[in-house]
């Protein structure tokens, strides 16, 4: 597949979750009580919007995030990290008195993964620092529901001048969905995060047409190893997902976001930005960590020429 970025730096501002991620490999994710051996352990940046921004700017993308943290240890190693991967940490702003988001994961020895997440503590809501007008800058913009009155006020000010949202729309309060579901053009699902929004409809076509009737122009879900499948208002549509030997589905969902924040800000028609979007998924799963095997352009598109010759 031959795709064109009629954008090929897009700018793009992604708002949302920065945790700190403690990472322990084992041989198989715990059951019940005990003790577990781990075989490794990983320290770094992580969060959804986090990975995505790192996801993004890997590609090529020139990016900002927008985001909370405590004026903590946590906090801090969080900024450095993300400023030196090439992302604009200008309005990540640190909080004295909050407590940074932290999560804990477990890897097994076949990629697959258990996350326990604390949100943080103590992060004022307030969007008043934000740079909004200069929103109309920028290419796309995404946000996931962690910091829901920044996602309302960037969404808001992207939809003043045209420019995509793309929501990433993992588990979250019902309204959060209800809030920002009017303002996102696209809504990509986590499987949980539909079901539990959609939970009064009975399998993901009728849950995607159940997200699409509260506002957003394309629904999709993520389904890991059994693809993406959308509903654009016209009909409903799917893509598998390319066999890799996975290593580590960590954060796959949250590079899948970033890629598509990044292709349709350079301006890949919707279709072809899930394609891309899904190699830039698969190829991360290839890799340890989860912003770690974010790939770069040139992998990606070597990935996708070798896999469709």
């Known amino acids: 597949m031959q795709i064109t970025l009629a954008q090929p730096h897009p700018r793009l501002v992604c708002l949302g ?27 770094g940046g992580g969060g959804m919007a986090a990975n995505a921004a790192v996801a993004a700017a890997r590609l090529g993308a020139s990016v900002q995030f927008w985001g909370r943290a405590g004026e903590d240890n946590a906090g801090r190693t969080m900024h450095e990290e993300l400023a030196a991967q090439g992302v604009d940490v200008s309005y990540f702003r640190l909080f004295a008195q909050a407590r940074s ?54 969404f808001r000010a992207a939809r003043k001048h045209g420019i995509p949202t793309v929501l990433d729309a993992d588990v979250a309060e019902d309204a959060v969905f209800e809030a920002l579901l ?22 993901p076509e009728d849950r995607l047409r159940y ?49 598509l924040a990044f292709a349709l ?18 190829l991360k799963c290839t890799s340890a960590g989860g912003r770690a095997g974010a790939p770069d352009l040139a992998a990606v598109m070597s990935f996708m020429h070798d896999f469709e010759e």
């Open 211 to 259: 997200a699409r009737g509260h506002g957003c122009s394309l629904a999709a879900v993520t389904l890991g190893e059994r693809g993406v499948v959308w509903d654009d208002g016209h009909a409903i549509d799917r893509l598998p997902a390319l066999p890799v030997h996975v290593v580590d589905t960590t954060g796959a969902g949250d590079v899948f976001h970033g890629a």
């Open 101 to 154: 988001s932290v999560s804990g994961i477990m890897v097994d020895a076949s990629g697959e993964r258990m996350i326990v997440n604390f949100r943080g503590a103590d992060l004022p809501g307030d969007t008043n620092w934000l740079p909004l007008p200069a929103v109309a800058g920028f290419d796309a913009v995404l946000a996931d529901p962690r910091w829901p009155e920044g996602a309302l006020a960037l």
């Open 182 to 203: 009017p303002h996102t053009d696209y809504a990509v699902f986590s499987e949980p995060g539909l079901a539990g929004y959609a939970a009064s409809a009975a399998g």
């Open 17 to 43: 979750l920065s945790a700190f991620d403690l990472t322990w490999l084992v041989d198989d994710l715990p059951q019940g009580t005990g003790k577990t051996r781990a075989l490794d352990l990983q320290l």
């Open 265 to 282: 800000g350079a301006r890949i028609p919707a279709r072809e930005a899930l394609r891309f979007s899904t190699a830039v998924a698969a």
